[in-house]
Every structure is written in C-alpha cells, then in structure tokens.
C-alpha cells in the first residue's frame, strides 16, 4: 500500500498519538545522554519528517534511541559535543554506504522467534520502566529502555527498583495514571469509543490529565498537585534568535581525527542493527502485513543521520516503543510519522507552554498500554503451541533482553536458535528405516536434499550403531550437495567398518563427481 492522502484521517490522528509518546522520550534520552534536551526534539524532527519521508516502511518510526544513551553518553565525555557531532555526521555517510551496498538483507536473518522474544521484552521493560512514572516518582523520564535514577544498592535489581519508587509514590499521580489507564481502555473496549476515529483515547487520556491536574491545584493540596518536575518540560525559547540559537554544528577538523571515527563506526553499526530489528518487527506487528525494504531503510537513516549530526541531534534508529505507538493507533502510510515530526516542530516553536503542562503520568499510562500489548500472555500461549524449537529461543531472548539489554539479548536467543536449527539440520540429514526382507535384513538410509559437515556426527553414530551381518542401502537420490566430510565417513566405514562387522554396503544414485560408483557390494571374508 502506497503512501496516499486516502488514510490522511488516520495518519494525522495516529502521528498525534506517536507524537504525544514521541516528545518526553526525545527529551528525557537527550538528558541522559549528556545532551542539550534540545538535542532530541532534533533528532525527532528529522526522524519523523525525513527519514519518514524517505524509508519505504508503513509503520516504522525514528528518532533518539535508548540503546544508543550509554554509547553516545561515552563518547560526548571522550570527545566533546561538537567533536561527537562529527562521528554522528560520520555514522550517517556509513550508514548510507552500506544501504547502497544493499546490506540491509542480514535482517532477514533474525529468527522469528528471536524477533517476538524482543518484542515481549520490551514490553515488559515499558511496563517496568513506566511504573515508577506512573506513581508520580519520575524525577527523569528517561525513555525507552533504561533508568539512570540512583538508588541504595539493597533496591536496585529488576523489582528492587520497582519496590524503592513506592517509597515516594504520589496520590495525584496515582489518580491520573488511573484515570488514564481507564479511558484507554475504554477506547479499546466500549463499542461506541471504539468507532470514534476522530479522537484518539491517547489524545483525551492526557487532555484528561491536564484537567485532573488543574484541578488538584485549585486544592493546593500538595498530595495531589503534581509539580513541575512530573510534567513535560520542553524548553522555551524567548525570541526568534534564541530558538535558533538552540542549534549546534560539528567541529569540522573532528573529521581528521581517528577516534571520532571510530565512534562514528561504533554508532553505525549498533544503530544499523536496532534499526533492522526493529523494522522486522515493525513489519511482524503491520495488520496489513506489508514488508519495508531494509536497504532502503538504512539509506533513509544514514541521510538523516547526517542531517542530525549537521544541526546538533543525536544518532537515530527505528525505535520500537514509537513503531508499536504508531500501529497501536491505526497509521495506515508512513505519513503518519511525518506528521509526527512536522507536530514535533510546531509544538518546539508554537506550544512549549502547552505541551509543558502535560503529566508524565498520563505518557506513563499510554506506554504501560502500550507494553502491556506487547507482552500480552497469550503471546507465550501462541509461542508454546509452535512446538519447543519456537518456545525456547522465545524464552531465552525474552529473558536475556530483560536481563541484560536489546543487543546482548537478542545475540543470545540467535545463538539458542542456532543451536535448535543445527539439531534439527542433524535429524534432517537423512531419513532412517529398517524393512524385513527374506535374504535378512535391510536397513535403508535416504539422504536428504543437502548434507553438511554438521551432519557428520549424527551420521557416523547412526553407521556405528548398525547391527553386524546387516544389509545398508544409502540412497543419494534426492540429493543436491554432500559435504567431503561426509564423503569421507562413507568411505571409511565401506573400507573397515563394514569389513569388521560383515556389513553389505550398497550406494545408490551418488553422483559421479562424488567418486563413489553406485551399488558399490561390501562382504566380508567370510562370504
């Protein structure tokens, strides 16, 4: 389905919705990592509007990026930022090199079960990360993925946490998360929100925030006021020249220097693969089920890393909170994160006072929503009855996301999925039957389509095995391509083997550049 001003309802309604998650995100990953906050409203104008423009993905939204705070943190304390600036600029032309070299296919790679593990951990994660904002303790909301709150070594952990934030829960924001939580579920579930798509339950839920809290400071009742440092905090410029003056350039002599590329290449490549990730997953979440091209995809992020870097943002990536945002709320065409960019860039000049008004308690609800359909049970329900080679990788990643982070999580759910396809590759080399025949027994061994080394072990265990003064046919009929490795076993076992153990060895249909003739009788002495 083609970009089209058909679903323009939708796509503004929707990019409304990716915008309202969008800004706290943008601001809170720009404080963490070491940026001016302006830095990540940024670096989600271009990601919304250019690379939302460019990319060929319906749903697929970019910005600043969770993943990419410790590294981009490390390299403005190593670099400075007009030096970091650079290796983002330098990261982008990297970036666009290897979506013209079509690099972009290793995303076709990653297991399926891989890719919903990841998506259930970073529900789990929102949720988990969510609460503490939640409960009115959001000191700093630090976006997608990680807390830097600091907090006594006996509370931190994965509930530690959790546990140490009820300790300055606050009854405003309680309410307002409930109250949140409550209408968009409504929108979800009453028959009559349901076809309202004029107003989105995300819009009203913060609507309904801003009141609740007006209200609560008509009362000027500390236990219900949220205060402002549990509100939006988007910087406001005083004149033209000072919002203007929010913008930065790259150092250009940083170019020459070894290190800023070797960040650049850092930055490239751990935002290469996010972004590819979270594309396939993008693609998996699509009610459409369209497919984006990655190769495209990586070209679109390397121009608007560029653009980034040259005006003072951050690295971006497709980031999955705003990409299930986005199809969460209906978007239809990749115009819906352009529109979510254009609003990032009228609410930065027009609205900051507005927009500042807005408790982190009710983006807080929206995101717990929005993990919590991410990591919905029926999902580990549907995953248990695809069978165990499904189910296990499923597991692991989920947990090993969780634990650890993105990155490391999803390596080790590939290597459990590797290890599941090599098992399986094992018991798929051949197809093993025994039938009864009147000259004695004849044991048949068919050859599968393609046999590798990693066969071989299963291989010469099933020969080992084969019972003395037996009758072996190996049949190559079906068969494309056998490994030397595998060559090699066969010959050993015809040549003393079977001599040993008085085994009659027949091959069948082997091809002749393999070497080894068909019907090939092996006897022992004794016949």
């Known amino acids: 389905m083609k970009s089209s001003l058909q679903f323009h309802s939708s796509d503004v309604l929707s990019g409304?919705?990716?915008?309202?998650?969008?800004?706290?995100?943008?601001?809170?990953?720009?404080?963490a990592s070491g940026a001016p906050p302006f830095a990540g409203i940024i670096t989600g104008i271009i990601g919304g509007i250019v690379v939302g423009f460019m990319s060929n993905s319906n749903v697929s939204v970019s910005g600043p990026a969770a993943g990419l705070i410790a590294i981009v943190l490390a390299a403005i304390t190593q670099l400075g930022y007009e030096s970091f600036l650079a290796a983002v600029v330098g990261a982008g032309i990297i970036q666009l090199v290897l979506g013209l070299a079509k690099a972009g296919g290793i995303s076709s790679y990653f297991p399926t079960a891989v890719i919903e593990g990841m998506l259930v951990a970073i529900g789990i994660i929102i949720i988990k990360k969510e609460l503490p904002h939640a409960i009115g303790y959001d000191t700093e909301h630090e976006g997608d993925f990680y807390s830097y709150t600091i907090i006594d070594k006996e509370d931190s952990g994965f509930f530690g946490e959790l546990i140490h934030s009820f300790n300055f829960a606050h009854n405003g924001a309680i309410i307002v998360t409930l109250v949140s939580i409550a209408i968009l579920i409504a929108f979800n579930k009453v028959a009559f929100l349901k076809k309202i798509k004029?107003?989105?339950?995300?819009?009203?839920?913060?609507?309904?925030?801003?009141?609740?809290?007006?209200?609560?400071?008509?009362?000027?009742?500390?236990?219900?006021?949220?205060?402002?440092?549990?509100?939006?905090?988007?910087?406001?410029?005083?004149?033209?020249?000072?919002?203007f003056g929010q913008f930065d350039a790259p150092a250009?002599?940083?170019?020459?220097?070894?290190?800023?590329?070797?960040?650049?290449?850092?930055?490239?490549?751990?935002a290469s693969i996010e972004t590819l990730l979270c594309l396939e997953a993008g693609d998996k979440m699509d009610p459409y089920k369209r497919f984006s091209n990655a190769n495209t995809e990586l070209r679109a992020q390397g121009v608007g890393n560029i653009l980034s870097g040259l005006l003072g943002g951050l690295p971006m990536t497709s980031v999955i909170v705003r990409t299930t945002a986005n199809v969460n709320a209906g978007a239809r065409t990749k115009l819906s994160a352009v529109y979510h960019g254009i609003l990032l860039l009228l609410s930065a000049i027009l609205i900051p006072q507005v927009l500042n008004m807005i408790p982190m308690a009710s983006l807080a609800a929206i995101l717990i929503m929005i993990g919590w359909k991410l990591a919905n049970p029926k999902v580990f329900q549907h995953m248990w009855k695809n069978g165990i080679q499904q189910f296990v990788p499923f597991v692991v990643t989920v947990v090993a996301v969780v634990a650890t982070d993105l990155l490391k999580g999803v390596g080790v759910g590939l290597v459990v999925s590797i290890i599941f396809i090599l098992r399986g590759n094992m018991k798929l080399a051949y197809r093993f039957r025994k039938e009864e025949y009147d000259e004695g027994e004849t044991i048949h061994i068919d050859l599968a389509q393609e046999v590798s080394f990693l066969n071989k072990a299963a291989i010469k265990q099933t020969l080992a095995d084969l019972p003395k003064n037996s009758k072996v046919l190996i049949d190559a009929g079906n068969t494309v391509y056998i490994d030397f490795d595998v060559l090699e076993l066969f010959r050993d076992f015809i040549q003393s083997g079977a001599k040993e153990r008085n085994i009659e060895v027949n091959l069948v249909n082997f091809k002749t550049e393999y070497k080894m003739a068909d019907a090939i009788h092996v006897h022992s002495e004794k016949k």
């Open 16 to 31: 409304m919705v990716v915008f309202l998650v969008a800004l706290p995100l943008c601001l809170g990953i720009a404080v």
């Open 252 to 270: 250009l002599a940083a170019f020459s220097k070894p290190e800023v590329w070797v960040v650049a290449v850092t930055l490239a490549i751990v």
């Open 198 to 243: 004029a107003i989105p339950g995300a819009l009203v839920a913060v609507i309904a925030g801003i009141i609740l809290n007006e209200i609560f400071k008509s009362t000027a009742d500390a236990n219900l006021t949220i205060v402002n440092e549990h509100l939006v905090r988007l910087p406001m410029a005083k004149s033209v020249g000072e919002f």
